[in-house]
C-alpha cells in the first residue's frame, strides 16, 4: 500500500476517551475527535475535516479543521495535514457524523493557517508521532492573550494519544493546556472507506 494512503487510511476514524473520562472524571471531560476524509474535488487531492467536541455537545464543536494532506518533500517517512479555517464555520458543524453537511463547503473560502500544520512522522507500521511545525508560529488567542500552540499527538489504527498547550510567545510560558497529562482516544469507528487510490490520484476529467 502507498504510504501515505496508509497513512490516511489509519487516521480516518471517530475517536473517544471515554474510559479515561470514566476513570478519572475529575481532571478528564468525555471528549470527541474525528477526522473525516473530504471529496477529492475540494482540493484536487487528499484532505480532511475534523472536530473536537465534548461528548453531550456534538453540535457544537470547540475545534474544527479542514486539511490537506501531503507528502513531505525531503523525508518519505512525513506526511503534512495542512490546516485552513473556514469563515462558515458554524455550517460544519456536526459534519463529522453527518458528512451531507460537508457539501456546503466551498474551497474559496478556505484560508490558510500559517504555521500550523501537523508534521507526522512514521515510527512503525500504523504508527505516527505528530507535531505542529517548527516556529512557533500557531497562533492561538486565548482568554484576551495570543499564544503559539505547541501539539504532540501519537496515532494509530485503534487509538490517538494528545496533549496540546499554549504558551506566551515573550516568556514561553505555558498559558493553557491540560495540566493532567495526555488525552488518551480510543478508536470507535473507522471511516476511511472512501479512501483508496483514486481518492489519492483522481483526475477531473475536464483536466485530461
Known sequence: MDPILKFAKTIAGIYDNFEQSQ?????????????????????NGPGFYSEQHYD???????????????AHNEHSDTFIMENFGYADQIRLAGAGRNPELLDSLKKEKLKARCGCGMHFKTKADRKYIGSVEPGKKCMIPRDGQLTYLVSEVEVTQESWISRDRGYDP???????????GQLVFKKIEDIGEMITNDWMDKKLSHER
Open 23 to 43: 476513570e478519572n472524571p475529575k481532571d478528564f471531560a468525555r471528549i470527541n475527535i474525528i477526522f473525516r476524509p473530504l471529496p477529492w474535488a475540494i482540493f
Open 56 to 70: 453531550y455537545a456534538p453540535w457544537s464543536p470547540y475545534r474544527q479543521g479542514v486539511h490537506r494532506l501531503i
Open 170 to 180: 515573550n516568556t514561553n510560558r505555558q498559558i493553557w493546556g491540560s495540566e493532567h
